[in-house]
């Protein structure tokens, strides 16, 4: 018996498998769900369309294992010829308006890591889990070249892989010989893209390289994840076609994509079981809950305690807003250490780089070309233009523990402002066009521009940053290694007990349950602000504010960030012991931690003043801040006109950077609070 008819007679049998799962599956609620997907597909005009490899392998698993699995392409095609078969005989007038059918295969129970890709995998049907790291511009790919014979013959030829073959024989004069044209613009082309993911940095062992794998992707799937998505691929594993070129064994394979899923991106991925939560319950319960999180940061350094609180917060962070105006106020609590070398810095951002539920540990300089943000790189070998994902990309959703920021690169240094306040970076760049999202918190340390902290100098002095960028952290600590006989004795002793124990200090909370509580408090809790918490915050600010009135020449001591970081450092605060309101204790706290570092870095060294303007430059607005600008606005304005023109108003509150549509809402918000009236049309006066 020859194997052709053996694999005709498989196939056959493969084919009626697969029309039988396809029209007699029931979901749950009894529906025959790829007939209803089938329909879907009709009325949404797609070609492609997603089935359920945990439905097959329940419905037929000999199917799903033997066949899908182990002979992919086979398989897609004849799921193809299947759900062609469906359409022919329930729609067969719609038949013609889909030229080819796409099946995409989703929940594979198996996830490869891109560490356990093996060569023995080659050719099957895998799916694997990573985060996008790189993406080129979406191009064309050619499945179908066309060619023209010296005798003026046609012929198309499939491409597969790189490489395009010419036609074997002439279809018009028989000849195999003579000169081929290739037509490119009647060939046939699909829209191709390559990305490359990784593996996501909370499973990577400490200290390695992280590997990555490529995977190429067509028709819808392109676009469909950016760099630092975390991503589902299934797909087939190949090996890329041209020869040895490459040495590393990792890199000749590749994934066709088959189907790629992103996964839901904020959402925590850590297990949290019922048990779980009741310990996490149980354990917030303590009243000195916050102290016992604190003291469980890094047990092996010595002091640094209001570091090691800020840190905390910062593991915890606040809750993101959305203004009225559809403006977002960031919720991450970003975290700047300055000190003297050898102060524990960089043990104890990779510290917190271990402990929480998703960070990555990086320095300034970045430890790929992308840096810190994102960057347009163009691949050696393959002469490529791609999108990378940097550091504060990559931990989208958790913390970036940066070392040595005052290192950190220029293309960096401009991005970074974006991506601590809007929290996404934006690229144009070699006809790439991409903002990314960066929803991080950003725990960093840097070290003194002159080798050592000079207290006599101001910050802005001391550390290599601009002002710009200092201003966007809510908490500076400085670090000084002033010789202190009493306080070195006490570290003395500390380190040479962490040295002489064979393991670390135990911490009060060990580090699994820490993650899971943080993990927890993340994302169920979401404590609103007092009415007292607001107050006393409010207090503080318009009293550092006043301060610096009273003495004309005394600069302004705070701004509006400082009142946004107090706000969501309360919120932080809170959040430890899973409270679900902000109230004085918490409000007191993040007065305290506010004030100990205006006095630290904000010293003015001129005046001895407080002055944040040392820390500070240019004048950011609150929503608060804007409204009494636009109030004074339409009360000088109709002071000199009579009423405020909307028109004149505008032009004053641009000159302010304030948006237009901010002050159509402010002025409408005002008016049905009778703060103003209309006095004629469009234009306003003061009540009183
Ligand atoms: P930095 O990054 O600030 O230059 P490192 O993190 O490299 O410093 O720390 C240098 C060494 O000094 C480490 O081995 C660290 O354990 C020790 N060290 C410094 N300060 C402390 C401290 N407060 N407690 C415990 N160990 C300390
Ligand atoms: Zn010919
Ligand atoms: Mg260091």
């Known amino acids: 018996m020859s194997s052709g008819t053996t694999d005709a007679v498989l196939l056959h049998d493969y084919l009626t498998e697969i029309e039988d799962f396809l029209s007699n599956y029931r979901d749950g609620s009894g529906r025959q769900k790829y007939r209803e997907l089938v329909r879907r597909m009709i009325l949404e005009d797609r070609y492609d369309i997603e089935i359920s490899f945990i439905d097959i392998v329940n419905y037929n698993p000999k199917l799903a294992e033997e066949y899908i699995v182990k002979d992919p392409e086979a398989a897609i095609a004849k799921f193809a010829e299947a759900v062609r078969h469906i359409i022919e005989i329930e729609y067969p007038e719609h038949l013609d308006r889909i030229p080819r059918i796409v099946p995409r295969f989703r929940d594979i129970p198996l996830l490869y890591k891109i560490r356990d890709i093996r060569s023995s995998l ?45 036609p074997m024989m002439c279809p018009i004069c028989q000849r195999s010989g003579g000169s081929w044209r290739l037509i490119e613009e009647r060939s046939r082309y699909r829209d191709f893209q390559r990305i490359v993911i990784q593996e996501k940095p909370e499973e990577m062992p400490a200290g390695r390289m992280p590997r990555s794998l490529e995977v190429d992707v067509y028709d819808v799937l392109v676009d469909a994840a950016r760099p630092g998505d975390r991503v589902i691929v299934v797909g087939i594993l190949k090996l ?120 990555i ?8 070309a992308a840096g810190l943000t994102a960057a347009v790189i163009r691949e050696k070998q393959s002469g490529e233009y791609y999108l990378e994902a940097g550091a504060l990309v990559l931990a989208d959703g ?5 070392d040595e920021i005052d290192k950190m690169r220029d293309e960096d240094r401009v991005a970074i402002h974006e991506a601590m306040e809007q929290q996404t970076i934006s690229i144009a760049k070699a006809g790439i066009v991409a903002r990314l999202n960066a929803r991080t918190s950003v725990l960093a340390a840097g070290n003194p521009r002159y080798g ?33 006989p009493e306080r070195d004795a006490r570290l003395a002793r500390h380190i040479s007990t962490v040295h002489s124990l064979s393991e670390a200090i135990k911490p009060f909370i060990d580090i699994e349950t820490l993650r899971k509580y943080i993990a927890f408090a993340r994302k169920y809790v979401k404590p609103t602000l007092t009415d007292e918490a607001r107050r006393m915050l409010e207090n503080f600010f318009i009293e550092m504010r006043k301060k610096s009135l009273e003495t004309p020449e005394s600069p302004i001591t705070i701004t509006a960030r400082q009142y946004e970081a107090l706000i969501r450092l309360a919120e932080a605060h809170s959040k430890m012991a899973l409270k679900n309101e902000v109230t004085e204790e918490d409000a007191a706290e993040a007065i305290r931690l506010m004030k100990s570092m205006l006095e630290s870095v904000g010293i003015d060294v001129e005046s001895g003043e407080i002055d944040i303007d040392t820390i500070m430059t240019g004048k950011p607005k609150s929503q608060r801040e804007k409204m009494l600008i636009i109030e004074e606005i339409v009360r000088n304005l109709s002071a000199a006109e009579g009423c405020a023109k909307i028109k004149n108003i505008i032009g004053k509150t641009r000159e302010q950077n304030i948006d237009d549509k901010f002050v159509e809402e402010a002025l409408n918000k005002m008016r049905r609070e009778g703060l103003i009236y209309q006095v004629k049309e469009g234009c306003f006066a003061p009540v009183a």
């Not at 889990?129 to 499939?158: D, N, S, W």
């Not at 540990?361 to 790929?368: L, N, P």
């Not at 958790?398 to 940066?402: H, S, W």
């Not at 550390?463 to 908490?475: A, W």
């Open 122 to 166: 080659i050719s099957r049907l895998i799916a694997v889990e990573g985060i996008v790291v790189r993406a080129t511009p979406p191009k064309q790919k050619m499945t179908e070249a066309l060619f023209m014979h010296e005798c003026g013959g046609e012929a198309y030829v499939p491409v597969a892989g790189d490489i395009i073959d010419k």
């Open 240 to 359: 890329r076609g041209g020869g040895a070129k490459r040495v590393k064994s990792l890199y000749d394979v590749f994934l066709e994509a088959n189907n790629v899923v992103v996964s839901q991106r904020l959402l925590e991925e850590i297990d949290i079981t019922k048990e779980d939560e009741e310990r996490i319950r149980e354990l917030a319960k303590d009243p000195l809950i916050r102290r016992k999180i604190i003291a469980s940061i890094a047990p092996a350094i010595h002091g640094l305690w209001d570091l090691k609180e800020a840190i905390a917060l910062l593991l915890f962070g606040g809750n993101q807003k959305v203004l009225q105006d559809g403006t977002k106020v960031r919720g991450d609590i970003h975290v700047l250490v300055i000190g003297d070398p050898g102060t524990a810095k960089s043990q104890l951002l990779q510290y917190v780089s271990r402990i929480a539920p998703r960070a």
């Open 361 to 368: 540990y990086t320095t300034g300089k970045g430890a790929t």
């Open 398 to 402: 958790g913390i970036a523990c940066i």
């Open 452 to 484: 050592r902290y000079l207290p006599s100098r101001s910050i802005t002095e001391n550390v290599n940053l601009p002002p710009t960028i200092l201003s966007r952290f809510d908490l500076i600590f400085v670090i000084k290694d002033v010789p202190n």
